[in-house]
């Protein structure tokens, strides 16, 4: 079963930045497509962000284009979201989620393994 580990959340000023890590374990990378998920208090988990297997293919959720940015080093089993410019609005429990296959192009659906989340909070 594979393994997945969300760090790097935090407290944040409006305007700061954070990078987040997912890091698999019990498997290599290549194989599988990921996604950043969030909840925020009272609402329902949504996609942020999505990539395919190789890095080629990415998506990202309308309010967070242009501020945030994910990424993979399949070397390092570790896939990344750079979130800068943040916002209030932006504070959830942040999820990385995996699927496996082979995948030219990255969506939402299907996640087989979840993390367990990392909390940011944006907040003055």
């Known amino acids: 079963q594979l393994q997945l580990v969300e760090s790097g959340g935090g407290l944040v000023q409006p305007g700061g930045s954070l990078k987040l890590s997912c890091e698999a374990s019990?498997?290599?990378?290549?194989?599988?497509?990921i996604g950043w998920f969030r909840q925020a208090p009272g609402k329902e988990r949504e996609g942020v962000s999505c990539?395919?297997?190789?890095?080629?293919?990415?998506n990202y959720e309308d309010s967070v284009k242009g501020r945030f940015t994910i990424s993979r080093d399949n070397a390092k089993n570790t896939v990344y979201l750079q979130m800068n410019n943040l916002k209030p609005e932006d504070t959830a429990i942040y999820y990385c989620a995996a699927k496996h296959g082979t995948f030219l192009h990255c969506n939402y659906y299907g996640m087989e393994s979840w993390g367990k989340g990392t909390l940011v909070t944006v907040s003055s």
């Open positions: 019990g498997f290599n990378l290549d194989y599988y497509a």
């Open positions: 990539i395919n297997n190789s890095g080629g293919s990415t």
